[in-house]
């Protein structure tokens, strides 16, 4: 507990019942309006170490209903809240107080949002494994893959048909241009546009640490799953990564992912290599 904030919170509180309401008659709209704001203060810094925000809110949608509920337990209490709500916005002496609050509760939100957005991604509370281990085998349509044993059936093309690996390369980056680069970008070092909206970020795949580790087969379970197929060890985080297997099929997932290798310069792990 953070004492000195709490005992700040307590002291306000006090000043204002002894000095404010000197001068000041306050409804009981208003004193719910301060008991309300303590109350976020004392979560938000009273507390250490800091609850999370997910919490806090949980705790403050509480608080607002249990407040809600008090001041409708009085009916005339109830009607003089109402009718100090509508006086404010209908007197004209209260125009400049209504503009200004019409103005500043879009633009809190609107920071608020800006905040969460440019805010970098946070760690999980508990461990994350970045690339569990696959399972045995996974269905695709009709067909069971094994994917220890499992191949890009277009990769032999490389040596024996390089024009139509030329092929599946050209598919695989129209598939990337058209799916994948908004959220992984155009460079592949997981900056796409929409990047910053997700946590955690998508992946690097010019990191020697992504797909220069893993084989094809990997790739392909875990471009065919997306996070819905991501065992419990990996989902601390959201990952917003979609199950493409529902819009591509097993060509295009392929070929994408002989784009991925070809642009990075990397080449997939082999098989029976240790991990």
């Known amino acids: 507990m953070n004492i000195l904030v709490l005992l700040a919170i307590v002291v306000g509180l006090v000043a204002v019942q002894l000095g404010l309401t000197r001068y000041v ?18 979560l938000s810094f009273g507390i250490n170490p800091p609850l999370p925000t997910s919490i806090i809110v949980l ?13 409708s337990a009085d009916s005339e209490e109830l009607k003089a809240a109402a009718d100090v709500s509508v006086s404010f916005m209908v007197d ?10 019409v103005i500043l509760i879009p633009a809190l939100v609107s920071l608020k949002v800006y905040s969460d957005m440019t805010k970098p991604p946070q760690p999980p509370s508990s461990g994350r494994t970045i690339h569990p281990p696959p399972p045995a085998t996974i269905g695709f349509g009709n067909v069971t893959m094994q994917l220890a044993t499992a191949n890009n059936p277009y990769r032999a093309l490389e040596h024996s048909d390089p024009d139509a690996f030329a092929q599946h390369v050209q598919n ?14 155009d460079n592949m070092q997981g900056a796409g546009m929409f990047a910053h909206g997700y946590d955690p970020i998508p992946a690097n795949f010019n990191d020697p640490t992504t797909i220069a580790m893993l084989q094809e087969s990997y790739l392909f379970w875990r471009v065919a799953k997306g996070a819905p197929g991501l065992p419990p060890e990996s989902t601390p985080w959201a990952s917003a990564m979609p199950a493409w297997e529902k819009f591509l099929t097993e060509e295009e997932i392929w070929d994408v992912i002989i784009f991925l290798y070809e642009y990075t310069g990397y080449e997939p792990r082999a098989q029976g290599m240790p991990h």
């Open 172 to 185: 695989g980056r129209k598939i990337y241009f058209q799916n994948c680069f908004w959220c992984h970008g």
């Open 59 to 71: 705790f403050m949608a509480i608080v607002t209903l249990a407040l809600a509920a008090y001041l």
């Open 92 to 101: 004209p002496k209260y125009k400049t107080a209504l503009l200004v609050v």
């Open 25 to 42: 008659k306050l409804n009981r709209m208003a004193w719910m309006a301060i008991w309300w704001v303590a109350t976020w203060l004392a």
